[in-house]
C-alpha cells in the first residue's frame, strides 16, 4: 500500500512539475526579430537630391512616416523602430556609395542579423522611373554599390529593392544622369512613389519577402 502510494504521488508531482515547465516555456517571450534596412547613397549636401541617392531618400521617407530621428554613428545614419514585434534598423551609410558593403557587414554583424532579413535599396538604371521591384539576389547591375556588397559578404544572395530611375540619357552621360537631380516632373510623382516604397518594406518585414514580391513588384 505504502510502495502504491509513494508511485503514485511521485508520478503526479513529476506530471505537474512537467505541466509548469511546458506553461513557463509557452509564456516566455521570444527574442525579437530584426531587419536591416540599407538605403544606398553618398553622404554630402551637393548628392542630397541626386537620382543615385534614392535609397537615403527612401529611408527619409519612412523615417517623416513614423517620426524617427537618424543619429550618426558609426560608418553610417542610424534610426530604429519596433513595428508589432519586430525591430527595424535603417542605416544610411557613411562611407561613400563605393565602400558600402564595409557599413553592411559591420551592422549585420553588430546586430547579429542574417542574410534573410537583410534589404538593400538602390537605384537601378534599367526600370522606367518610380517602378519597382524587390528580389532575393542576383549580381550587381554595373552597380558600385551593390558590387562592393557583394565582394564584402561574399555572396549575391541578399535582399534588394531596386528603385527604377530609367536610362533617360545620351550616350557617354550616364555618370552625369545618375548624380543629377529629378526633373520636375520626377519630383512630382516622387511622393506617391516614396509612399508605395515605405509600404513594401513594411510588407518585407511583416509578411516576408514573398508576399510582398507578388504584391509590390511592378507597380
Known amino acids: 500500500m505504502l510502495f502504491y502510494f509513494y508511485t503514485n504521488y511521485t508520478f503526479m508531482c513529476s506530471f505537474w512539475n512537467r505541466l509548469f515547465k511546458r506553461k513557463k516555456h509557452i509564456e516566455e517571450p521570444s527574442i525579437m526579430k530584426k531587419y536591416l534596412i540599407v538605403g544606398l547613397g553618398n553622404i554630402g549636401e551637393k548628392y542630397a537630391s541626386t537620382r543615385h541617392n534614392i535609397g537615403f531618400k527612401v529611408l527619409d521617407a519612412f523615417a517623416d512616416e513614423e517620426n524617427l530621428v537618424f543619429e550618426t554613428q558609426?560608418?553610417?545614419?542610424?534610426?530604429?523602430?519596433?513595428?508589432?514585434?519586430?525591430?527595424?534598423?535603417?542605416?544610411?551609410?557613411s562611407t561613400y556609395m563605393n565602400l558600402s558593403g564595409k557599413s553592411v557587414a559591420y551592422w549585420m554583424t553588430k546586430e547579429k542579423i542574417g542574410f534573410e532579413n537583410l534589404l538593400v535599396i538602390t537605384d537601378d538604371l534599367n526600370l522606367p522611373f518610380g517602378n519597382i521591384r524587390l528580389k532575393t539576389k542576383g549580381s550587381d547591375g554595373g552597380h558600385n554599390g551593390l558590387k562592393d556588397i557583394q565582394e564584402t559578404l561574399k555572396t549575391?544572395?541578399?535582399?534588394?529593392?531596386?528603385?527604377?530611375?530609367?536610362?533617360?540619357?545620351?550616350?557617354?552621360?550616364?555618370?552625369?544622369?545618375?548624380?543629377?537631380?529629378?526633373s520636375p516632373e520626377e519630383s512630382e510623382k516622387l511622393k506617391e512613389r516614396l509612399e508605395l516604397s515605405v509600404k513594401l518594406i513594411k510588407s518585407f518585414v511583416l509578411e516576408g519577402v514573398n508576399i510582398a514580391m507578388n504584391t509590390y513588384n511592378g507597380k
Do not use: C, H
Open 156 to 182: 549575391t544572395n541578399y535582399n534588394r529593392f531596386r528603385f527604377g530611375i530609367s536610362d533617360a540619357f545620351s550616350k557617354g552621360r550616364q555618370i552625369d544622369y545618375v548624380l543629377g537631380e529629378w
Open 74 to 93: 558609426r560608418l553610417g545614419d542610424v534610426a530604429t523602430f519596433k513595428l508589432k514585434g519586430r525591430q527595424i534598423i535603417l542605416l544610411k551609410p
